[in-house]
């Protein structure tokens, strides 16, 4: 698995039938696994700075992320973190993760982590910055990671 790929492209670059496949791999776990009911396609893939990143074999995506800011705040934001259920534990997200903060390079960094997964986003220097909350019933944290200082 560690030959694979890492793709990224803006909204406007993705053909239709990649496009399908990243949406259909986030449906399956988000709503369909993990039993939420919730808008997934939420608006924010087609924003011109979001960029999103995955690895895929021929058979389609593997696993997924987007990275964003929100109104120029210096922020980034990486979230939709999903990797399907027969390829899990084989580094594939944690590759992205590496690839994101890649992109980020020195900005400070933001994502909403379900729970469980807390500490696998402290294996990247995150921080719970917040008290757990649910969504869709399930128990998230807001987690932050500090950017470098520049100079």
Not at 54 to 80: N, Q
Request: glycine share 8%; proline share 5%; charged share 25%.
């Amino acid at each position: 698995m560690s030959s694979l790929e890492i793709r990224r492209a803006r909204f406007a670059e993705l053909d239709v039938p990649t496009l399908y496949a990243l949406l259909k791999l986030r449906q399956d776990v988000f709503v369909v696994e993990q039993n939420c009911a919730f808008p997934e396609i939420d608006g924010r893939d087609a924003e011109p700075g979001v960029m999103h990143l995955w690895v895929a074999d021929e058979e389609g995506p593997l696993s997924y992320l987007r990275v964003f800011e929100d109104e120029g705040d210096g922020v980034a934001r990486i979230g939709r973190v999903v990797t399907a259920a027969h390829v899990r534990g084989r580094g594939l997200s944690a590759r992205l993760m590496t690839a994101a903060l890649e992109l980020v390079g020195d900005a400070p960094s933001q994502l909403d982590a379900q729970v469980e997964s807390a500490s696998f986003y402290a294996r990247f220097g995150f921080f719970v910055a917040g008290p757990e909350y649910l969504e869709d019933d399930i128990p998230h944290v807001l987690m932050t990671r500090a950017g470098r200082a520049v100079g």
